[in-house]
């Protein structure tokens, strides 16, 4: 376990506690670590004490974690206990680290024991941290692993420098982008997407306001719901809600996409999908398939539909495993998922996603992003 940061961690956490997060001099800052992230949770302290904070590391291990489970432990995880509550009524700002490490084996584990663990304090947790105000961030260093690195084929080194260089970006200028983009997008009908790789796709937006993921946490903003008033880092992109009921064209994936549930249990590559009078008619992955058929023949409502549309924002995420959709002017296309509008199904109903970078997208005819640069 190595607890020296590296150049890269240290300009990284001084980017996310400067910027993101506006630590400010005399702030409580609890900083949640496992194992495997030892060394940038040392350097997100040492830069909130640089600014003038108070720092708190809770420290989590691997070792102690996996025991309790292994003695059939888990609702006991999933508790907290009265220190922990007494410390997020008391903190301005929370960093949290994804963990443990052995991503395989969390994966495989039952999903009533991942349910006790992870559900049992999620709701209250949230309502003391909008009660306060309290800011956040989760960090998605903490999925950088070995054994998930090596299921999805990826250097470990590179993922992990490519996901601290896509926090040096800079916030206010994703943002400014971001509402640039929105506003072109608000009370508009038709958004079509096109590329030289065989998309030709039009798709119609809902009467929902385009929301962007700046990297800023939102936490007295009741337009970000629930776990989005914290935010995640690197961040970047904007999303908005499509009307279920239109659809025409294709879309050809050149980019990987994941699950938009909790865990990346999924990786989707080398898709496309058919629409015909605002349904998905035929569909095909090179990865991902047989995940995306067995969600596909279930009888959920919205799940053959178009559900939400998403734009990168961040100018330093290229190619990043389970972030791509962050990469500037990347489009990805979620079926299902129309649980996210306000007027949508409450069923949990994502289907699948696919993702496009350098695409042109045009916004009732008026282009807004092309090769991938947004106008």
Same mark, same amino acid.
């Given at each position: ?30 900083? %949640?670590?496992? !194992? ?52 997020? #009524?008391?903190?301005?700002? =929370? ?9 395989? #084996?969390?994966?495989?584990? $039952?999903?009533? /024991? ?41 250097? /470990? %080194?590179?993922?992990?420098? *490519? ?12 943002? #400014? ?35 962007? =993921? ?9 337009? =970000? ?45 080398? *898709? !496309?999908? %058919? ?9 095909? @992955? ?9 969600? @596909?023949?279930?009888?959920? $409502? ?20 389970? #972030? ?22 409450? /069923? ?10 350098? $695409? ?5 005819? /008026? $282009? ?8």
């Amino acid at each position: 376990m190595n607890e020296s940061p590296s150049s890269l961690e240290r300009a990284a956490a001084r980017s996310l506690v400067k910027n993101y997060l506006r630590v400010q001099p005399g702030e409580n800052v609890i900083v %949640e670590a496992w !194992t495997h992230t030892i060394s940038m949770s040392s350097a997100m302290v040492d830069e909130v004490r640089r600014l003038g904070g108070s720092a708190f590391l809770a420290y989590e291990s691997d070792d102690a974690w996996w025991r309790a489970v292994e003695r059939k432990q888990a609702k006991l995880l999933g508790r907290l206990s009265r220190p922990e509550w007494a410390a997020l #009524r008391a903190t301005d700002v =929370y960093v949290q680290f994804w963990g443990p490490a052995d991503s395989g #084996r969390l994966e495989n584990l $039952p999903e009533r /024991t991942l349910d006790d663990w992870a559900t049992g304090w999620v709701d209250r947790w949230y309502r003391i941290a909008r009660s306060t105000g309290l800011r956040g961030g989760r960090m998605d260093l903490g999925w950088v692993t070995e054994p998930r690195a090596r299921h999805w084929g990826v250097s /470990t %080194e590179r993922w992990r420098d *490519g996901v601290l260089e896509a926090c040096l970006a800079d916030p206010q200028e994703m943002g #400014r982008t971001g509402i640039r983009l929105a506003r072109a997008l608000s009370g508009a009908k038709k958004v079509r997407i096109t590329h030289p790789n065989g998309t030709d796709l039009e798709v119609a937006l809902a009467r929902e306001s385009p929301r962007v =993921y700046d990297g800023f946490p939102h936490p007295k903003n009741s337009a =970000y719901t629930g776990a989005d008033m914290l935010a995640n880092f690197p961040e970047g992109r904007l999303r908005i809600a499509l009307d279920a009921k239109t659809g025409e064209g294709r879309i050809v994936s050149n980019s990987r996409s994941y699950d938009e549930t909790w865990f990346p249990w999924t990786r989707f590559s080398g *898709g !496309t999908l %058919e629409f015909a009078d605002g349904k998905l008619t035929t569909f095909s @992955f090179e990865e991902g398939e047989a995940t995306f058929a067995k969600r @596909f023949a279930q009888p959920k $409502p919205g799940k053959d539909r178009p559900g939400l549309l998403s734009i990168g924002l961040n100018p330093k995420a290229r190619n990043l495993p389970f #972030r791509e959709r962050l990469e500037r002017g990347c489009v990805q296309l979620v079926v299902g998922a129309n649980a996210y509008q306000s007027r949508g199904s409450r /069923t949990p109903n994502d289907t699948g996603s696919v993702c496009l970078t350098g $695409p042109e997208i045009s916004v009732d005819g /008026t $282009p807004v992003v092309r090769a991938g640069k947004i106008l």
